[in-house]
């Protein structure tokens, strides 16, 4: 004879732990206790359109006092529905809801679900049945990204050079590595390891901006993406009629517009990521439209320091708060150029209050080798561009001294000059100069007489 014992799968509500009024910024929601007799697994769902971190408390009281408590909890993004089981581990449970967002919620469904039977095993196994697992040394914030190993089984790894940026120490900018933009009352002052850029602080001129740009470009290789990357603190509260950047992008001289390349913003109350192309109408992705790890709604609390980064290469951008990506822009030509200075600006654009946005460092470094393959050029005489852009001039070697040879950190004979050599006799032998100079804006070479000069650069 056989016996079959059937066990009922019911599922039950808690309507003690079921809501959907909305919460403050910084509010929590609580249920009330709900026995868990009978019960072997606790089903959470949860959806708002803020960030909320939802709380489980297990507890052999009704009232969670009691050292004999137990608290899980998990945090939800934006309009990004949840669902969560736990094993009931005590006599009785509630859940807890806290709006962990700057915003307060519109939209907010959370319940609880009692049931009998739970099934400890992931939803899915591996083809032959076995327990799935993964090991990642990407991580979860970049998903997409492989490590790569060569057909020698060699790993590939990038190292990370600094090419831009310098401390702030003492109290005299260093005008060797730093441009002073500023206009009317905006203002620079340098102390205590970091710089602070006030929009009024000496007057009340309306329009007076503040503005710090790096003299050096960071010089962009083809295969190796670059980072920007810095501490900032926007100090002084939301403000109308302001505008505080950040990032590696060019501007007009005269009236601080955005150019080319990639950066954060904050207008008034609105915070965004950008790029611009070539002068064009810049890409503008708001707090509300984010789609990294933070959800779609992000923009920093005033007076707070934060690490900020970007990412870029010729295929997009990625923006990143505190190494936590922020948001993903991708597409190709979302900067004319790749090759970007660091800039900060402070911008009143009516008004005269004055504002302050601090930063403690920022650079921009290659995530690549700093070197690539160089090549030459041989000119007897005369004037030449060898190269449009930035660069290293590695070493030039003289093959006659009759003459001068003059190179230049610029597209023209002009400008920058980055060696002046007299080549007459007596005055430099022939043979092998060696530099291994950046620059910026391109190589040019000027030969006066007939020297024959074999130049090499990257």
């Given at each position: 004879?056989?016996?079959?014992?059937?066990?009922?799968?019911?599922?039950?509500?808690?309507?003690?732990?079921?809501?959907?009024?909305?919460?403050?910024?910084?509010?929590?929601?609580?249920?009330?206790?709900?026995?868990?007799?009978?019960?072997?697994?606790?089903?959470?769902?949860?959806?708002?359109?803020?960030?909320?971190?939802?709380?489980?408390?297990?507890?052999?009281?009704?009232?969670?006092?009691?050292?004999?408590?137990?608290?899980?909890?998990?945090?939800?993004?934006?309009?990004?529905?949840?669902?969560?089981?736990?094993?009931?581990?005590?006599?009785?449970?509630?859940?807890?809801?806290?709006?962990?967002?700057?915003?307060?919620?519109?939209?907010?469904?959370?319940?609880?679900?009692?049931?009998?039977?739970?099934?400890?095993?992931?939803?899915?196994?591996?083809?032959?049945?076995?327990?799935?697992?993964?090991?990642?040394?990407?991580?979860?914030?970049?998903?997409?990204?492989?490590?790569?190993?060569?057909?020698?089984?060699?790993?590939?790894?990038?190292?990370?050079?600094?090419?831009?940026?310098?401390?702030?120490?003492?109290?005299?900018?260093?005008?060797?590595?730093?441009?002073?933009?500023?206009?009317?009352?905006?203002?620079?002052?340098?102390?205590?390891?970091?710089?602070?850029?006030?929009?009024?602080?000496?007057?009340?001129?309306?329009?007076?901006?503040?503005?710090?740009?790096?003299?050096?470009?960071?010089?962009?290789?083809?295969?190796?993406?670059?980072?920007?990357?810095?501490?900032?603190?926007?100090?002084?509260?939301?403000?109308?009629?302001?505008?505080?950047?950040?990032g590696a992008y060019t501007t007009t001289d005269v009236v601080n517009t955005p150019v080319d390349g990639f950066y954060f913003e904050l207008s008034g109350s609105t915070f965004s990521v950008n790029s611009i192309a070539n002068s064009g109408t810049p890409v503008s992705v708001i707090s509300g439209s984010f789609n990294g790890?933070?959800?779609?709604?992000?923009?920093?609390?005033?007076?707070?320091?934060?690490?900020?980064?970007?990412?870029?290469?010729?295929?997009?951008?990625?923006?990143?708060?505190?190494?936590?990506?922020?948001?993903?822009?991708?597409?190709?030509?979302?900067?004319?150029?790749?090759?970007?200075?660091?800039?900060?600006?402070?911008?009143?654009?009516?008004?005269?209050?004055?504002?302050?946005?601090?930063?403690?460092?920022?650079?921009?470094?290659?995530?690549?080798?700093?070197?690539?393959?160089?090549?030459?050029?041989?000119?007897?005489?005369?004037?030449?561009?060898?190269?449009?852009?930035?660069?290293?001039?590695?070493?030039?070697?003289?093959?006659?001294?009759?003459?001068?040879?003059?190179?230049?950190?610029?597209?023209?004979?002009?400008?920058?000059?980055?060696?002046?050599?007299?080549?007459?006799?007596?005055?430099?032998?022939?043979?092998?100069?060696?530099?291994?100079?950046?620059?910026?804006?391109?190589?040019?070479?000027?030969?006066?007489?007939?020297?024959?000069?074999?130049?090499?650069?990257?």
């Amino acid at each position: 004879m056989s016996y079959f014992k059937h066990i009922l799968q019911d599922i039950n509500t808690s309507t003690n732990n079921y809501t959907t009024d909305n919460i403050l910024s910084g509010g929590t929601w609580s249920g009330t206790s709900e026995e868990t007799f009978g019960i072997n697994g606790i089903q959470i769902f949860h959806s708002a359109d803020r960030e909320c971190r939802v709380y489980l408390d297990q507890s052999v009281t009704t009232d969670f006092t009691s050292e004999l408590t137990v608290t899980d909890h998990f945090d939800c993004l934006s309009n990004v529905p949840v669902t969560r089981t736990f094993v009931s581990v005590a006599p009785y449970f509630r859940l807890r809801v806290k709006n962990i967002d700057t915003i307060d919620t519109t939209e907010l469904i959370t319940a609880a679900g009692m049931t009998p039977i739970i099934n400890p095993l992931p939803r899915s196994l591996t083809d032959d049945g076995r327990l799935m697992t993964e090991t990642t040394i990407t991580g979860r914030e970049n998903t997409e990204r492989h490590a790569w190993i060569n057909p020698t089984n060699e790993q590939a790894i990038s190292p990370v050079y600094r090419i831009v940026g310098t401390n702030f120490d003492g109290i005299i900018k260093d005008t060797n590595f730093w441009i002073d933009g500023s206009l009317l009352d905006g203002s620079v002052t340098q102390a205590g390891g970091e710089i602070d850029l006030h929009t009024n602080a000496t007057g009340a001129t309306a329009a007076s901006s503040a503005k710090y740009t790096s003299v050096r470009k960071s010089r962009f290789v083809a295969g190796s993406a670059q980072l920007f990357d810095g501490g900032f603190n926007f100090k002084t509260t939301f403000t109308a009629n302001n505008i505080r950047r950040v990032g590696a992008y060019t501007t007009t001289d005269v009236v601080n517009t955005p150019v080319d390349g990639f950066y954060f913003e904050l207008s008034g109350s609105t915070f965004s990521v950008n790029s611009i192309a070539n002068s064009g109408t810049p890409v503008s992705v708001i707090s509300g439209s984010f789609n990294g790890s933070y959800g779609r709604n992000w923009i920093p609390t005033p007076d707070t320091y934060y690490k900020m980064s970007i990412e870029w290469s010729p295929l997009g951008a990625s923006y990143y708060v505190n190494s936590k990506l922020l948001h993903k822009l991708p597409g190709a030509h979302q900067s004319h150029y790749m090759t970007l200075p660091i800039t900060i600006e402070n911008l009143n654009t009516t008004g005269s209050v004055d504002v302050s946005f601090e930063t403690v460092g920022m650079y921009i470094a290659r995530q690549g080798e700093l070197h690539t393959n160089p090549t030459s050029n041989y000119l007897l005489t005369g004037t030449k561009v060898l190269k449009y852009g930035a660069g290293v001039l590695k070493r030039i070697i003289v093959s006659d001294n009759i003459g001068r040879v003059i190179i230049y950190d610029s597209v023209t004979a002009s400008g920058t000059v980055i060696t002046n050599l007299d080549t007459a006799q007596g005055s430099q032998p022939l043979g092998q100069v060696d530099f291994d100079t950046p620059f910026n804006d391109g190589l040019t070479i000027d030969i006066t007489g007939n020297v024959g000069v074999t130049t090499v650069y990257e």
